[in-house]
Structures are given as structure tokens and as C-alpha cells.
T-cell receptor, first 112, second 113 residues
Framework: KAGVTQTPRYLIKTRGQQVTLSCSPISGHRSVSWYQQTPGQGLQFLFEYFSETQRNKGNFPGRFSGRQFSNSRSEMNVSTLELGDSALYLC???????????FGSGTRLTVV | AQSVTQLGSHVSVSEGALVLLRCNYSSSVPPYLFWYVQYPNQGLQLLLKYTTGATLVKGINGFEAEFKKSETSFHLTKPSAHMSDAAEYFCAVTLSGNTPLVFGKGTRLSVIA
């Protein structure tokens, strides 16, 4: 079966711009989580959506937002980009938490 | 709140030698524990998981890990390292509820021929 699909794979944006990243989970998975990965901070949890509702939220500023659609696809948006937002953004989907999460290949965002 | 500590940001082993990657967790309730592997420019791949039951869990690519509650540890081992095992390894914990995964800082494994 198809895995978790994230688009685009690479993105270059300028400071102050906004960006939208997309994630299509494994078919049947209703939970989608987003993580930011940087060399300094490691993997940090952004938010989780389940059945179109945000179930958990990490400690990120309000510039970071997300949503989930009725088909479980999810998007995350970052407004007013800063250089420090440069990172690999990973999306993961899950059928249930005890089963673990399946991750996508990520979107590499570079802010210049 | 739960947390994960991975001892050693970089581990180097010879091909054919034992691989041991250390993970200690902190949790107020019985946790679910996971090991993930990440190859360059890729996402995370699940190696193995512990939820309940048998404390020794076997995963893909010959890896296994043992849950030791008394030591709050979940170390990852492989009897014989292969060049293809060179990657970054992450230990993660979540509680038995609707809480997100918390990751360790990762351990980069190098395998020397």
C-alpha cells in the first residue's frame, strides 16, 4: 500500500513569506502528526490532527498552524517565515498510537 | 511528562561487531517505546516497538531491544553490524493514550569496514 506522501520535497522561501506543506497519510489512517527536525533541536512535535480536529499541540509560536481535511490529508502553514524555520518537516500517520507512526520522507524547507 | 535520553550522539563500530545503542526514558506511567532509523535525506522508518507483553522485541534488519522497567531502559542491539546499518537512530516514547511521540536526540551509527 502507498506510504505517507509529503509534497513538495524541497522548498526555498524568503524571510517574511508564508509556506504551505502537504501530507497525505496512509489510507485508513486518521491521525496525522507533524514534526520539525533541525540539527540543533532534533525532532520536535508541532501538532497532531485526528478526524479533522487538533488533538495535541507542541510549543511553537502561532505562526505555525495546520489543518486536516475530511479525507485525512493534512496541511501545515508557516507564516512570516524566519531563518530559524529552515528545517526538515516530517509528517507521520497512525492507525492507533500503540502501532507506531509511519513517516513520510519530509519536506526540506530553506528560508533565505 | 515523558522524556528520552540517548547516550552517545555518535557510535562507531567495525563491520561484524556488536551494535549497542542506549536509550533511557522517563515516564510516570507504562510507556510505549519505539526505535526509528533515518537514512540521509529520508524520513524515519520504524525498526521495532514495545507496547505490552514480551519485554524482548525483535525488529527488522536483525535489530532487537529489551524493555527493562527497573532500569527504565530500552537499548537497541544487533549482533553483527553491516555497512548498510550506518544511519541515525532515534528512540521515542509515548504514553498509552493520546499523547505525541517524544524523541531522543538521536545516535549516529558509523560502521567501519
Amino acid at each position: 500500500k502507498a506510504g505517507v506522501t509529503q509534497t513538495p520535497r524541497y522548498l526555498i522561501k524568503t524571510r517574511g513569506q508564508q509556506v504551505t506543506l502537504s501530507c497525505s497519510p496512509i489510507s485508513g489512517h486518521r491521525s496525522v502528526s507533524w514534526y520539525q527536525q533541525t540539527p540543533g533541536q532534533g525532532l520536535q512535535f508541532l501538532f497532531e490532527y485526528f478526524s479533522e480536529t487538533q488533538r495535541n499541540k507542541g510549543n511553537f509560536p502561532g505562526r505555525f498552524s495546520g489543518r486536516q481535511f475530511s479525507n485525512s490529508r493534512s496541511e501545515m502553514n508557516v507564516s512570516t517565515l524566519e531563518l530559524g524555520d529552515s528545517a526538515l518537516y516530517l509528517c507521520a500517520s497512525s492507525l492507533r498510537q500503540s502501532g507506531g507512526y509511519t513517516f513520510g520522507s519530509g519536506t526540506r524547507l530553506t528560508v533565505v | 511528562a515523558q522524556s528520552v535520553t540517548q547516550l552517545g550522539s555518535h557510535v562507531s563500530v567495525s563491520e561484524g561487531a556488536l551494535v549497542l545503542l542506549r536509550c533511557n526514558y522517563s515516564s510516570s506511567v507504562p510507556p510505549y517505546l519505539f526505535w526509528y532509523v533515518q537514512y540521509p535525506n529520508q524520513g524515519l522508518q520504524l525498526l521495532l516497538k514495545y507496547t505490552t507483553g514480551a519485554t524482548l522485541v525483535k525488529g527488522i534488519n536483525g535489530f532487537e531491544a529489551e524493555f527493562k522497567k527497573s532500569e527504565t531502559s530500552f537499548h537497541l542491539t544487533k549482533p553483527s553490524a553491516h555497512m548498510s546499518d550506518a544511519a541515525e537512530y532515534f528512540c521515542a516514547v509515548t504514553l498509552s493514550g493520546n499523547t505525541p511521540l517524544v524523541f531522543g536526540k538521536g545516535t549516529r551509527l558509523s560502521v567501519i569496514a
